[in-house]
């Protein structure tokens, strides 16, 4: 196994890697619209928590070597399944290849916010 760590990514609230490299594949944990450069959530619009969170993806999935082409599956929380069309708008525009999705709406979120998405990509071997 190896961990992926990156400063372009807000960094781990609990005891948990950013993101795990094990067998070709990339495993990230949850992402929350936490800026990296603040440590805190700025945003407080799906609009806005939703393209925080898929650059934090983008982040993690850079630091492995890839894109969000190489991702195969998605978790997405929302807190809020009423914001389902909103952030679908903004979460086509970055994995257009269609990964696998499941899509939750949940009771409550870290730090309140309003998503969260975690993702598996293949790695070029």
Known sequence: ???INTKKAPAAIGPY?????VNGMLFTSGQIAICPETGEVE?????????????NL???LAEAGVDFTAVVKT????????????????YEKYFVSKP?????AVKKLP????????LIAVLPQ
């Open 1 to 3: 196994m190896k961990v």
């Open 17 to 21: 890697s950013q993101a795990i490299v």
């Open 43 to 55: 945003a407080n619009t799906i609009e806005g928590q939703t393209e925080q969170v898929m650059k």
């Open 58 to 60: 983008g982040a993690l």
């Open 75 to 90: 978790t997405c929380f929302l807190r809020d399944i009423e914001d389902f069309a909103v952030f679908n708008g903004i």
């Open 100 to 104: 696998a999705r499941s899509c939750v």
């Open 111 to 118: 730090k309140d916010v309003l998503c969260e998405v975690e």
